[in-house]
């Protein structure tokens, strides 16, 4: 007689049962897995140190630890497995994910999935052929002479109608500055009239509050904690149910919205022909002085993006390190000739400054105002110290190299 489950002893049946929950068990957590690419087991000293959080009883920034881990490293190259990461510091590397082999090395989806609901499709969140158009448009824009003469002459006037006398009164007054704050809004007003041709004006003497730029903030930080999230699946359910941080961000990217639209519609009242900010040359390149509205909009939040947050730091970072080294500042003031000459100063004059470049590109090394560029591997690949990289390695790289050389 043949055995049905019904007639199988009652001992029987429960182990079947264990055993396919069991399988069941194995079988979703290997889903699990593989779809986050972590490895929770792995106990080499680099992931039990992330696992634990035992490296920031040493290092205050992530940053700080990496370089220290890269600076030990004879290639130059971590893992860290847990994450599905590889870390390089590694200058052939680098070139070779960005330039060599740069088609291999695509931003990725988990990266477009991170940001996709701020930056939309704009230039830092796309690959392959979106990606190459913005490219080209942002290289021709940001190399032409015209664009550089204007941007020049926008952070001349914002220095001196607006920096200069806000710390002068601060001088004056013997009042304490939070110069980190005076550079967001000096970047802030300088990033909103090169980019769009408006000033949020920012940096007014009264600092008064704006709500892009407060919008902008809380999207920013709130996107950087999805980065941060133990799994993808806390955010993402989080978002599905329109609750915590997630309603937060959507409220707040709501608001960048409304305000990028009012920026875009100002932007055409004004009209686009003869203007030299960025948002213009984009509009008149799409056609007819117009172009699709959310691809302008995703072209206003990439800039803001690009300029604000970067600058503000390199600069912040740039007078900590001049107060330190009063030589230093003393020897760029006498490269610029320390107010002697009556003459305007002009672009071609900026570029004759060659010690405050080298000061400038020093504090950038010291102090790399984007610490990481993270890349996701297309195929299986070799880079040239002779790491492999599986498909959908994550290899992150970039400015951490000059905390080490
Ligand atoms: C101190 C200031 C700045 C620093 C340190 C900085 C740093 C960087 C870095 C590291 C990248 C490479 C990102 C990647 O490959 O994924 C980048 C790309 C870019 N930056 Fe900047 N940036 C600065 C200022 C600006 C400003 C003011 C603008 C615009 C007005 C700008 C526009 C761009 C654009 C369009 C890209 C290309 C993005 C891409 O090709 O995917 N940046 N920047």
């Known amino acids: 007689m043949e055995a049905t489950a019904?007639?199988?002893?009652?001992?029987?049946?429960?182990?079947?049962?264990?055993?396919?929950?069991?399988?069941?068990?194995?079988?979703?957590?290997?889903?699990?897995?593989?779809?986050?690419r972590r490895w929770p087991w792995c106990s080499c000293h680099v992931c039990r140190a992330y696992l634990t959080g035992s490296w920031a009883r040493d290092f205050t920034n992530l940053g700080?630890?990496?370089?220290?881990?890269?600076?030990?490293?004879?290639?130059?190259?971590?893992?860290?497995?847990?994450?599905?990461?590889?870390?390089?510091?590694?200058?052939?590397?680098v070139e070779y994910m960005l330039r060599t082999?740069?088609?291999n090395f695509p931003k990725g989806k988990a990266f477009a999935a991170l940001l996709g609901d701020l930056l939309g499709g704009g230039i830092f969140n796309v690959d392959g052929h979106a990606w190459r158009h913005q490219r080209k448009m942002a290289s021709l824009e940001l190399g032409s002479v015209a664009v550089r003469s204007y941007a020049f002459?926008?952070?001349?006037?914002?220095?001196?109608?607006?920096?200069?006398?806000?710390?002068?009164?601060?001088?004056?007054?013997?009042?304490?500055?939070?110069?980190?704050?005076?550079?967001?809004?000096?970047?802030?007003?300088?990033?909103?009239?090169?980019?769009?041709?408006?000033?949020?004006?920012?940096?007014?003497?009264?600092?008064?509050?704006?709500?892009?730029?407060?919008?902008?903030?809380?999207?920013?930080?709130?996107?950087?904690?999805?980065?941060?999230?133990?799994?993808?699946?806390?955010?993402?359910?989080?978002?599905?149910?329109?609750?915590?941080?997630?309603?937060?961000?959507?409220?707040?990217?709501?608001?960048?919205?409304?305000?990028?639209?009012?920026?875009?519609?100002e932007r055409r009242k004004l009209g686009v022909a003869g203007s030299h900010d960025l948002l213009s040359r984009f509009m008149a390149s799409a056609g007819a002085g117009d172009g699709d509205d959310k691809y302008l909009r995703d072209i206003v939040v990439s800039f803001l993006l690009a300029g604000r947050d970067t600058v503000s730091s390199a600069l912040t970072t740039l007078f900590m390190l001049l107060s330190k080294n009063p030589g230093v500042a003393a020897a760029m003031r006498a490269e610029a000739g320390d107010g002697e000459s009556a003459a305007p100063l002009t672009y071609e004059h900026l570029k004759g400054l060659h010690y405050t470049h080298a000061v400038l590109y020093e504090?950038?090394?010291?102090?790399?105002?984007?610490?990481?560029?993270?890349?996701?591997?297309?195929g299986p690949d070799v880079l040239p110290d002779g790491t492999y990289v599986a498909g959908g390695t994550r290899v992150t790289s970039g400015l951490v190299i000059a905390k080490i050389t």
């Open 64 to 93: 700080d630890w990496y370089a220290h881990l890269l600076r030990e490293s004879p290639t130059g190259t971590i893992h860290v497995h847990v994450l599905g990461c590889t870390v390089t510091a590694n200058p052939a590397n």
């Open 363 to 378: 504090n950038m090394r010291l102090f790399p105002p984007v610490q990481f560029d993270s890349k996701f591997c297309a």
């Open 101 to 103: 082999n740069f088609d």
């Open 6 to 36: 019904d007639s199988l002893p009652w001992a029987a049946q429960c182990a079947g049962a264990a055993l396919f929950a069991a399988a069941l068990c194995v079988t979703a957590l290997g889903v699990v897995l593989v779809f986050l």
């Open 153 to 265: 002459g926008i952070v001349a006037q914002e220095v001196e109608s607006r920096l200069v006398p806000v710390l002068a009164a601060a001088a004056d007054a013997g009042a304490v500055v939070d110069l980190q704050d005076v550079f967001r809004r000096f970047a802030f007003d300088t990033i909103c009239k090169i980019s769009f041709g408006l000033d949020p004006g920012c940096l007014e003497r009264e600092m008064p509050v704006s709500r892009l730029a407060d919008a902008f903030d809380v999207a920013t930080r709130l996107c950087a904690m999805r980065g941060a999230a133990a799994s993808p699946l806390v955010w993402r359910a989080k978002r599905l149910l329109n609750v915590g941080s997630e309603r937060e961000l959507r409220e707040a990217i709501a608001l960048v919205d409304e305000l990028a639209a009012a920026v875009i519609r």
